[in-house]
Each structure stands twice: as C-alpha cells, then as structure tokens.
Nanobody
Framework: VQLQASGGGLVQAGDSLRLSCSAS????????MGWFRQTPGKDREFVAA????????YYADSVKGRFTASRDSTKSTVHLQMNILKPEDTAVYYC???????????????????WGQGTLVTVSS
C-alpha cells in the first residue's frame, strides 16, 4: 500500500491549505485515514481522522473548528482542509491508513497500518 500526501506549502497566518492523501496498491481495507503532525524535537501528534465506516471525522482540540477531514468520491483519497492557519500549525503532516479498528482511539499511532511520507506545512506570522 502506498500513501501519497500532497498539498503542503508556505502560507501566512490566517490562510488556508488543503492536504490530500491518496491510497493505492494492495489495499486490504479502508477503515480510517488519520492525519498526524510533527515538529523537530517533538513527538508526532494526532491532528484528525476520517472514518469511512461511519463517514465521520474526529479532531484534536487544537484544530477543532479550523480543520476539516473529508473523503472524495474516489473513496481512497482523504482531504484535510486547514483554515485559519496559525504559526503553531507549522509541522510535517503525515497521513496514515487504518485497515481495521483495534480500539476506538483514532489518536493512537499504533492503530494505523501504513504511513505516508509527510508533507511540510509552514505558517509564517
């Protein structure tokens, strides 16, 4: 399975970006797509997840109300619409595919089976 993340870039505070993650290859199952981010010297943190089974999205408190995770009609692509970006949103963003549910916690990295390569988002003040 290959996950291709795209859409990162350099923007100013208050701007928007849309990240996309497309899954291809021998996909066992599409249960959920998670988004995580990491800055140098810090642990990777959960940002959002989209669950195909329920067609629902889940968010970290830090992005709730600003970010929206959704899928497109191809089903194997998930977008992360990021609005009102802040400098503290600067990070490398990773998408991750969960083939099946292990627990109800979308924020756990060990819930996910495949990871994308990451895309850099830089928000200037």
């Amino acid at each position: 399975v290959q996950l291709q993340a795209s859409g990162g870039g350099l923007v100013q505070a208050g701007d928007s970006l849309r990240l996309s993650c497309s899954a291809s290859g021998a996909i066992f199952s599409l249960n959920a797509m998670g988004w995580f981010r990491q800055t140098p010297g810090k642990d990777r943190e959960f940002v959002a997840a989209f669950a195909w089974s329920s067609d629902m999205a889940y968010y970290a408190d830090s992005v709730k109300g600003r970010f929206t995770a959704s899928r497109d009609s191809t089903k194997s692509t998930v977008h992360l619409q990021m609005n009102i970006l802040k400098p503290e949103d600067t990070a490398v963003y990773y998408c991750a595919l969960r083939n099946y549910a292990r627990s109800g916690d979308y924020g756990r990295e060990d819930e996910y089976d495949n990871w994308g390569q990451g895309t850099l988002v830089t928000v200037s003040s």
